[in-house]
């Protein structure tokens, strides 16, 4: 092959690869979907980071699945009540944990705020100061997909978990309910989400019920508070324990 077209050969790979480029650089910028159609995802802030030169919830997505993904970010609608949310729930813990539930005399646990997607989550991979993060795309989130709820923060993931199980479902607890008196955590959290609802825009006293009978108070925030969570946002069941 002579110079001239050894040359001629060396820039048509050059332009193939630009080519190629071309076509994967904005592939890498699509969303991709996190968790299941049918799913419950839930994410748990943390923080906050600055992202695109605003402030957006930082924290773990963790999905249907099991698996967790760190590291994620919300943003888009309902960031800045997520970060809203989350300090009001660290300014109450800071308040009441470690002080003792005048019902069951226990001491009041540090509670959670967590947000759950109904069906799968658009997610995209960024780099933020040579760190990488996984933003939740939330403006493509149907908002009535989306609700808040909170609860002890050792069993949001038991939580999650029991969402996604057939047979789980959610109740109110009546005012006079055993449960808070049982000297247990339970009883605790049970007491503690209805302490918080004075201090915060929040509802207190629902439980989850899973098909093997263990239950899991948790309560829930006024916003976000998306339709499709209805059952859990706003149950109409009644729960009255055997004992």
């Known amino acids: 092959m002579g110079p001239a077209a050894r040359y001629a050969a060396i820039a048509a790979a050059a332009l193939a690869a630009v080519a ?4 994967l650089l904005p592939a890498q910028r699509q969303a991709q979907y996190a968790g299941t159609p049918n799913g419950y995802q839930g994410f748990i802030p943390n923080g906050a980071v600055s992202y695109n030169g605003h402030q957006d919830p930082a924290g773990d997505l963790m999905l249907d699945n099991g698996t967790t993904i760190r590291d994620a970010i919300w943003d888009g609608q309902y960031a800045n009540t997520i970060i809203q949310n989350h300090n009001q729930i660290v300014q109450l813990n800071n308040q009441w944990v470690g ?18 997607i109904k069906g799968q989550v658009p997610v995209q991979q960024v780099t933020i100061n040579g760190q990488t ?10 908002p009535a997909n989306i609700a808040g709820f909170y609860t002890y923060d050792k069993w949001i993931p038991n939580f999650v978990a ?25 009883g605790t959290v049970a007491y503690e ?51």
């Open 162 to 186: 029991a969402m996604n199980t057939p047979g789980t479902y959610a109740a109110v607890l009546p005012g006079n309910s055993p449960v808070f008196q049982w000297t247990n955590t339970t």
């Open 193 to 243: 989400t209805h302490l918080y609802q004075h201090y915060a825009p929040l509802a207190g006293g629902d439980i989850l019920i899973q098909s093997n009978g263990t239950i899991i108070p948790y309560g829930t925030t006024d916003s976000p508070s998306g339709s499709a969570l209805f059952n859990f946002t706003s149950p109409s069941q009644i729960y009255n324990p055997s004992s």
């Open 133 to 142: 993060y996984y933003v939740i795309e939330a403006d493509k989130i149907n």
């Open 99 to 116: 002080r003792t539930d005048p019902v069951n005399h226990q001491q009041y646990v540090p509670l959670q705020d967590f947000y759950v």
């Open 20 to 23: 190629v480029l071309a076509l």
